[in-house]
């Protein structure tokens, strides 16, 4: 069974950068050819931010993330943090390349939130 899990939320202060940590285990290498972060904010639908291939690397993001945030396949790097930023944050694993479709994401993390006080 493939196990996916987050780490590395909190508190940062609008501007700063915060580290989330994503580890996928168990399973076949073909059950999670992708990994990606997903983000919900506060009264609002869970949204895609940023995919990786985990054998190809190739990236993607969402608009309003790129340029500061970068993925990898363990983490996501935030950068120039705003408030806008707040949100419970989850890391998914998937088989379906490039997708940013909750429904291509098969397992997911627990979530951990990251708040960007205005």
């Known amino acids: 069974q493939v196990q996916v899990k987050e780490t590395g939320g909190g508190l940062v202060q609008a501007g700063g950068s915060l580290r989330l940590s994503c580890t996928v285990s168990?399973?076949?290498?073909?059950?999670?050819?992708?990994t990606a972060w997903f983000r919900q904010r506060p009264g609002k639908e869970r949204e895609f931010v940023a995919g990786?291939?985990r054998i190809s690397g190739w990236t993607f993001y969402e608009d309003s993330v790129k340029g500061r945030f970068t993925i990898s396949r363990d983490y996501l790097q935030m950068n120039n943090l705003n408030p806008e930023d707040t949100a419970v944050y989850y890391c998914?694993?998937?088989?379906?390349?490039?997708?940013?479709?909750?429904?291509?994401?098969?397992?997911w993390g627990q979530g951990t939130q990251v708040t960007v006080p205005s």
């Open positions: 998914a694993a998937g088989s379906t390349p490039n997708s940013r479709i909750e429904a291509a994401y098969k397992y």
């Open positions: 168990g399973g076949l290498v073909s059950d999670y050819v992708i």
């Open positions: 990786i291939g």
